[in-house]
């Protein structure tokens, strides 16, 4: 089976919606249920609405998406799991979220704050392999050992690059804050 790029998947969806939304959907369909469910396990209909809402979000991101030459794949995933956790708590203040469900409720930030934003475009900069490693390690929550089973890779390796990539991208963001600062 001939992967859409990125590239081709964006011009489609800007000039051929219908066709663009379905290309999206056999391309990383997967990957995005795969996300939305990892966060809402036991929501079927939530996690198909999820699923709708980050399709129609790609729809209308496309774009913008295409002009900043940004990676569709590791803009999907910030968004499925970013929409699955604005369901999941609107979920759990209606009362459908049992309470032992919400008690992991601290360790999800309500909005992404300016440097969590920053951070996420670094990560999208990353090259291959390391920003599929770092999105299906932070934003899959995958374990190293199935990371490096998928990439065919070593657990040593992955780990190796994880960390490796956490040094570049925390000098990276250091360097993002000091040309801030310099403009301000």
Known sequence: MHTVNDRELLA?????????LAAVLDNYGAMIHAIVR??????????????????????????????????????????????????????????????????????????????EEIIQGLVLDLDEPDRTIFLRRYYLLEPAREIARRLHMTEHNVNVRLSRGRARLRQRFIETQREEIRHA
Do not use: F, Y
């Open 12 to 20: 489609l969806l800007c000039g051929d919606p219908q066709a663009g």
């Open 38 to 115: 990892r966060v809402l396990p036991d929501a079927d209909q939530d996690a198909e609405e999820c699923v709708a809402d980050v399709l129609v979000s790609a729809w209308r991101h496309a774009p913008q998406l295409q002009r900043d030459a940004r990676s569709l794949k590791g803009w999907l995933c910030v968004t499925a799991r970013n929409t699955a956790i604005t369901r999941w708590r609107a979920l759990r203040r209606s009362g459908t979220v049992p309470l032992d469900e919400a008690a992991g409720d601290w360790m999800l930030t309500p909005q992404p704050t300016e440097a």
